[in-house]
């Protein structure tokens, strides 16, 4: 990857769980980023529901699985009407009307309006009609990188082509507009290491 970020052309495809507090700040993040330099974020849906569906523990501490109804959507969201439109609903999905971010999901139905979708794309939610494009979607981010993750996936495209799939950065706060930019620039510097692995604190 080039060692610039106000080169035209950076490209970002973002993998999300829709009911995820962490991933929130991370979407913040990237979206401060993108006012900031020359940078497309498509928004793309995975879920946690998939990615532990296999395991003996359930690590969200959802017997019911009520995460899948928000994924669902997400999904049904992103084959109907394109990333643009997953990320406006997820925008939504977190913020209240006067744009004050949420602590948790709001009304689905109210965040399917605001975002100009139709509300019966919230049936999709207890069904298992999307759930063919959920999982191709889920594993076409996940499947990049080889170790246990979670969400979000972030697979960054340079203006030269070049192409590297990240887990995280997993924000505990939406950085400040000044470290929002820092943190890109040290993301795109170690996604610049081929032999790069993983980073924790």
């Known amino acids: 990857m080039t060692d610039t970020t106000t080169e035209a052309g950076w490209e970002v495809d973002f993998w999300l769980d829709p009911a995820c507090p962490l991933t929130r700040h991370t979407a913040r993040w990237i979206t401060q980023v993108a006012e900031q330099v020359t940078l497309q974020v498509r928004w793309q849906v995975m879920s946690l529901s998939v990615l532990n569906e296999h395991r003996d523990d359930d690590p969200e501490g959802d017997p019911h699985g009520y995460l899948w109804i928000p994924a669902r959507i997400a999904a049904a969201v992103r084959t109907e009407h394109g990333p643009t439109a997953l990320g406006s609903f997820y925008a939504a999905l977190w913020t209240e009307p006067d744009g004050t971010e949420r602590e948790w999901i709001g009304d689905i139905d109210e965040a399917l309006h605001r975002s100009g979708l139709p509300t019966a794309l919230a049936e999709a939610g207890t069904t298992t009609d ?19 993750i979670g969400t979000p996936v972030l697979a960054v ?3 030269d082509g070049t192409r590297r799939a990240l887990f995280g950065p997993v924000l505990d706060a939406t950085p400040a507009r000044a470290d929002a930019l820092r943190l890109w620039e040290a993301t795109l510097l170690i996604a610049g290491v ?3 692995r993983e980073l924790k604190a």
């Open 130 to 148: 999307y759930d063919q494009a959920l999982r191709a979607s889920h594993h076409a981010g996940v499947d990049q990188i080889d170790a246990r």
């Open 157 to 159: 495209t340079a203006p």
């Open 194 to 196: 081929p032999a790069f």
